[in-house]
């Protein structure tokens, strides 16, 4: 599964890729202080929110020909 994250990386730029990056290890972090079971946060949700549509952006990229 790594391998594939890293594959579709290649669709988006330069600096939608370090958004990404920085957007998912911001959720992991906050995710990191929740209990089994606990509810998220507003702000991880929001977080969420902003990764959504540049993973579409990379998923819609791979499916486009050539």
Do not use: C, V
Not at 7 to 16: C, I, K, N, T
Not at 34 to 53: A, C, F, V
């Amino acid at each position: 599964m790594p391998h594939q994250a890293k594959f579709a990386l290649l669709w988006l730029s330069h600096e939608e890729k370090a958004k990404l990056l920085r957007l998912e290890q911001r959720a992991a972090h906050r995710k990191s202080f929740r209990e089994p079971g606990e509810r998220g946060s507003n702000r991880l949700h929001h977080t969420y929110d902003r990764i959504k549509p540049l993973k579409s952006r990379e998923r819609t990229s791979r499916r486009r020909p050539g």
